[in-house]
């Protein structure tokens, strides 16, 4: 049978050309698609390393210094550092608080940030987002250490000289996960730093692509206030905190900011608010340019898809329709309902084959000259033919649905009929 399609298909060549390049710019079109919607999956379901169940933001804010009640200090005091950890004190005593992190640029979920890079040697440089947060910040967003799959050994660790670095950052640099006292160049340091250990891979979010490699430093206040950190800076400081889980969470945020509020300050220091870090989580989302983007690509993408597909179901539907006769005659000279649906079936795959040779070197030429997004997925054979596969697969199920019906009719012709209208 394949021979007798090819024949037919040569032998009506001209009216088929259209539909061949119809099927050859559509291949391309869809393999593009396919390939950005897989990229977007793998990106948005990859683990960013932080859990924020149960995780709770407290604002901090400062008294201003045109209030009343504004305390001034002499510059160097260290009241106002000790007025800071009153509060982050007062906070991790309460009963339903699991554990208590601050940071300076560093929570997740948020456009506050800092970056440096690590070298191995001097051959390749890795710009990574830093973490720099206290202790217990492994804690409140379960950040686990890739090695024994706990957190109290980073934040043992954090405290020491040396860094620690992501899962994906060490298998970036080194090839492998098991990298604790290997020694790294830090920004523009000239001697070597260790790596103290490797927590599992963290991002930002489930869009970011620009920094994917991470590393964690200790928050040590004092070294900072000794360094210059002033009363300002100390209440730029970021909090978070986990609940214990036999908490009631529904109106948490609100009964626990009611009845702590008077607690929660200490000097020119209180704390203002307090937000589920899920709704931190959810209108970071919402409001993130990447996703912003997904989503009008995916709107304009899904209308150019779904406008393709009717154009060719309907190109389908049509050529079918006109060929009835044809078919029905077919049924006149022996063949079965199901070999006659068989004949169109198979027909429409080969004339799409056919198109999906050329379309797959162009396809191979975009991916290969570095067209299409590299970020998220390298380039590789395997990446292609998944894209190839999908996009042959998707093709064939719309030439299916355009030849289904008037295929079913024909196939349904009375032999009397269909040789009266071949008459």
Same mark, same amino acid.
């Given at each position: 049978m394949?021979?007798?399609?090819?024949?037919?298909?040569r *032998?009506?060549?001209r009216?088929?050309?259209w539909i061949l390049?119809?099927?050859?710019?559509? @291949?391309?079109?869809?393999w593009?698609?396919?390939?950005y919607?897989?990229?977007?999956?793998?990106?948005?379901?990859?683990?960013?390393?932080?859990?924020?169940d149960?995780?709770?933001?407290?604002?901090? *804010?400062?008294?201003s210094?045109?209030?009343? #009640?504004f305390?001034?200090?002499?510059?160097?005091?260290?009241?106002?550092?000790r007025?800071?950890?009153?509060?982050i004190?007062?906070? *991790?005593?309460?009963?339903?608080?699991?554990a208590?992190?601050?940071?300076?640029?560093?929570?997740p979920y948020?456009?506050?940030?800092?970056t440096s890079g690590?070298?191995?040697d001097?051959t390749?440089w890795?710009?990574?987002?830093?973490?720099?947060?206290s202790?217990g910040y492994?804690r409140?967003?379960?950040?686990?250490?890739?090695n %024994?799959?706990?957190t109290?050994n980073?934040?043992?660790?954090?405290?020491q000289?040396?860094?620690?670095i992501?899962?994906?950052l060490a298998?970036a640099?080194y090839?492998?996960?098991?990298?604790?006292?290997?020694a790294?160049?830090?920004g523009?340091?000239?001697?070597? #730093?260790?790596?103290?250990?490797?927590?599992?891979s963290i =991002?930002?979010?489930?869009?970011?692509t =620009?920094?994917?490699w991470?590393?964690f430093?200790?928050?040590?206040?004092?070294t900072?206030? *000794?360094q210059g950190?002033?009363?300002?800076?100390?209440g730029? +400081?970021q909090?978070a905190? =986990?609940?214990?889980?036999?908490?009631?969470?529904s109106g948490f945020?609100?009964?626990?900011?009611?009845?702590?509020?008077a607690?929660?300050?200490?000097?020119? @220091?209180?704390?203002s608010?307090?937000?589920?870090?899920?709704?931190?989580?959810?209108?970071?989302?919402?409001?993130h340019?990447?996703?912003?983007?997904a989503r009008?690509?995916s709107?304009?993408g899904?209308?150019?898809?779904a406008?393709?597909?009717?154009a060719?179901?309907?190109?389908?539907w049509?050529?079918?329709?006109?060929r009835? #006769?044809?078919?029905g005659?077919?049924?006149?000279?022996?063949?079965s309902?199901g070999?006659? @649906?068989?004949?169109?079936f198979?027909?429409?795959?080969?004339l799409l %084959?056919?198109a999906?040779?050329?379309?797959?070197?162009v396809?191979?030429?975009?991916?290969?000259?570095?067209?299409v997004s %590299?970020?998220?997925?390298?380039?590789?054979?395997?990446?292609? +033919?998944?894209?190839?596969l999908?996009s042959?697969?998707?093709?064939?199920?719309?030439?299916l649905?355009?030849?289904?019906y008037?295929?079913?009719?024909?196939?349904?012709? =009375?032999p009397?009929?269909?040789l009266?209208?071949?008459?």
């Open positions: 394949i021979r007798h399609i090819f024949k037919i298909i *032998s009506q060549f009216s088929n050309l390049t119809e099927l050859f710019v559509t @291949f391309v079109v869809v593009l698609m396919a390939d919607f897989i990229c977007q999956a793998v990106l948005t379901h990859e683990p960013v390393g932080f859990e924020t149960r995780v709770y933001s407290a604002q901090l *804010s400062i008294t210094p045109d209030a009343e #009640s305390i001034k200090y002499d510059e160097g005091s260290p009241e106002p550092l007025n800071f950890q009153h509060i004190d007062r906070l *991790s005593a309460q009963p339903e608080v699991e208590v992190a601050y940071a300076y640029l560093s929570m948020t456009n506050s940030s800092y690590f070298q191995r001097t390749e890795f710009q990574c987002r830093g973490y720099r947060v202790p492994f409140v967003f379960h950040i686990t250490d890739a %024994t799959g706990d109290e980073l934040e043992q660790k954090l405290t000289d040396g860094w620690i992501g899962e994906n298998e640099i090839g492998r996960q098991n990298v604790v006292g290997e790294l160049y830090y523009a340091d000239t001697l070597k #730093s260790n790596i103290i250990a490797v927590s599992e =991002r930002n979010d489930k869009y970011n =620009r920094y994917p991470g590393y430093d200790y928050l040590d206040l004092n900072s206030i *000794s950190f002033t009363e300002s800076d100390l730029g +400081l909090i905190f =986990r609940i214990r889980p036999n908490v009631n969470l945020a609100n009964r626990f900011f009611q009845r702590t509020k607690e929660l300050q200490a000097g020119n @220091f209180q704390i608010s307090i937000v589920p870090y899920d709704d931190i989580r959810r209108d970071f989302l919402r409001n340019n990447a996703a912003n983007t009008l690509i709107t304009v899904g209308f150019l898809l406008n393709i597909f009717l060719i179901i309907g190109t389908f049509f050529r079918i329709s006109r009835r #006769s044809e078919l005659l077919r049924m006149a000279l022996g063949s309902r070999g006659i @649906f068989r004949f169109c198979l027909e429409g795959l080969i %084959t056919l999906a040779v050329p379309a797959i070197l396809c191979a030429n975009l991916l290969y000259g570095d067209i %590299t970020e998220v997925m390298p380039q590789s054979l395997t990446r292609f +033919l998944t894209d190839v999908i042959w697969l998707v093709l064939a199920l719309t030439i649905l355009g030849i289904a008037p295929a079913w009719q024909a196939a349904t012709l =009375r009397a009929d269909a009266h209208e071949e008459g």
